[in-house]
């Protein structure tokens, strides 16, 4: 299939929703398909343009990378973009949209409408009523905008793709007339087959054999760091050698504001920030810490959940992570409420018993390589891409059925280049 992903911006301060797509993209172009990404320059809608090297290495030969100059930064609005998307969209066989609340995206499910082309939305998690009511800026015009501009793209889908199924039942209250699906994230198992030597995390931040429990995600209001600090500081009241490793990027300055309750409670030579980490900087932490905690207020899939239980590093989630039925079921963590004395009392259970945690690890493994791999979430969603252009030609109108975990004609293309974008691939 000739398949056109848009995204408003690949800006690593954006979170997983970037590597979810990097990974999609090219699986499915190793599995034949023609891959096209569209997106702009810019980090966020006030932010700096993101420097060419950025994109030039941001997705293997084989993906056509189109990145556009931002004309009118508040909602990223970009000319040159929708003037491309209007020449091109009728050359793709679907158009992929993934988010919201920003032009390119917008612009994106519109003219796919207007032109018949079909189109699938994934709004990666924004749609949790936790985030809904929630803005950096005004509530009132994120509501008019959905008015105008989002909800009915929305309605007119072919199809709305949520990677949980209860993401798409915390959804619900919206009452879209779009037909859904379920297919979950992934990863590249072949990055996770032989994972390294446990220590060298440890020895570059000159730590010992020192209990480790790992952050790895956005420093965000909605992940929780206002119940892990507090729970950590009564977790070390009870193991006084544990040490608690906070990576990743910081959004709005929230990591000046978690900066400032380790700080009040004392914790500075216990918490440790270690900023963003990259490639096999990820994969490293994650062996290298005993136990992963993500006490989430919202969390669409989880992506680092399934990261850290590719490296059979338990876990201790919050119920509100979607994922976290499976994570149950399958014996590879534990789950606690949005509560710190919870969190404090998971932790202390899995660092004290060191067997539980091999098991908890092992199993962890075992359910990624079965249903979070990309391979078959391939397979799911071009099954689901296919339907959905069924449906806008009209050749019927029925929801392929949701399954329990992934199981699930090509062309190529050539994007022909215009003025103001950079292309690779």
Known sequence: MRILHVIATL????????EVLRGLATAQADAGHAVTVCTTDRGNPAGERLPGS?????????ITLKVFAVTYSPLLISVPLARWIRQHVESFDIVHVHGLYRFPVTFAA?????????YVIQPHGSLDPYLYGTSSRSVVLKRLYERWFDWPNFHSADAIHYTASDERERSSFLAFRAPSFVVPNGLNWEQYRVLPTRGAWRMRLKLGEEPIVLFLGRLHFKKGLDLLIPAFDTLRQRIPNVQLMIAGPENDDYGAQVRSWVQARELGRSVHFVGPLQGADVIQAYVDAD?????????N????????????????????????????????GLVTR????????ALQVLLRDSGARAAMGSAGRRIVQAHYTWRAIVTDLTREYQTAA????????????????????????????????????
Do not use: K, W
């Open 11 to 18: 800006a690593p301060s954006s979170g997983g929703t970037t």
């Open 54 to 62: 950025y994109f030039d290495t941001f997705y293997p030969a084989g």
């Open 110 to 118: 519109r003219e796919a409408a207007r032109q018949g082309i079909p």
């Open 291 to 299: 136990v992963f905690a993500l006490p989430s207020y919202t969390e």
């Open 301 to 332: 899939f989880g992506m680092t959940v399934a990261e850290a239980m590719a490296c059979a590093l338990p876990v201790v989630i919050s119920d509100q992570v979607n994922i976290h039925a499976d994570v149950a079921n399958a014996g590879a």
């Open 338 to 345: 949005c509560d710190a004395s919870e969190v404090t009392a």
């Open 390 to 425: 069924r449906r806008r030609r009209g050749e019927g109108t029925s929801v392929t059925p949701v399954h329990p975990g992934p199981r699930g004609t090509d062309a190529s293309h050539e994007p022909v280049g215009v003025s103001g974008e950079r292309h690779s691939g």
